[in-house]
C-alpha cells in the first residue's frame, strides 16, 4: 500500500525555522517528482516547492530564498527546511509525489498533477 506520511508542523514565531519531513512507504519514490503544496483555510491549495528525481528544483517565489526541498533516496524521503518564516506561511502542508516520471513543464506547480498525497500538517506562525 502506497502511503506518504508527513510530519514536523508546529507552532512558531515570525522569523523562526520548521523542517517537515515525509516519509514514503510502499514503492520507490526516488525516481519520479515529489512536492509540498499548502493550504490556508478557505484557500485553494496552493504549490510551494518541487524536487525532481534529478534534483531540480521549483519553488513558488513566495518561499523562493527561504524554503528549500531536498531528498533523501535511501530514506525515500523528501523534506522542506523553512526558514524566515511569516505570518502568512501558516497553513496546513502537505506532501505529493507523481506515480511515473514526466516532463515538468508548468505542471509541478499544479496540483492535479500529483498521485499521492500526504496527511498533511499544521504550521501555524505567529506574529
Known amino acids: 500500500q502506497v502511503q506518504l506520511v508527513d510530519s514536523g508542523g508546529g507552532l512558531v514565531q515570525a522569523g523562526g525555522s520548521l523542517r517537515l519531513s515525509c516519509a514514503a512507504s510502499?514503492?520507490?519514490?526516488?525516481?519520479?517528482?515529489m512536492a509540498w503544496f499548502r493550504q490556508a483555510p478557505g484557500k485553494a491549495r496552493e504549490f510551494v516547492a518541487a524536487?525532481?528525481?534529478?534534483?531540480?528544483?521549483n519553488y513558488a517565489p513566495s518561499v523562493k530564498g527561504r524554503f528549500t526541498i531536498f531528498r533523501q533516496n535511501a530514506k525515500n524521503s523528501v523534506y522542506l527546511q523553512m526558514n524566515s518564516l511569516k505570518p502568512e506561511d501558516t497553513a496546513v502542508y502537505y506532501c505529493?509525489?507523481?506515480?511515473?516520471?514526466?516532463?515538468?513543464?508548468?505542471?509541478?506547480?499544479?496540483?492535479?498533477?500529483?498521485?499521492?498525497w500526504g496527511q498533511g500538517t499544521q504550521v501555524t506562525v505567529s506574529s
Open positions: 510502499g514503492r520507490t519514490f526516488s525516481g519520479v517528482t
Open positions: 505529493a509525489a507523481r506515480a511515473a516520471r514526466a516532463a515538468w513543464g508548468d505542471m509541478p506547480a499544479m496540483a492535479a498533477w500529483y498521485d499521492y
Open positions: 524536487v525532481a528525481w534529478r534534483n531540480s528544483t
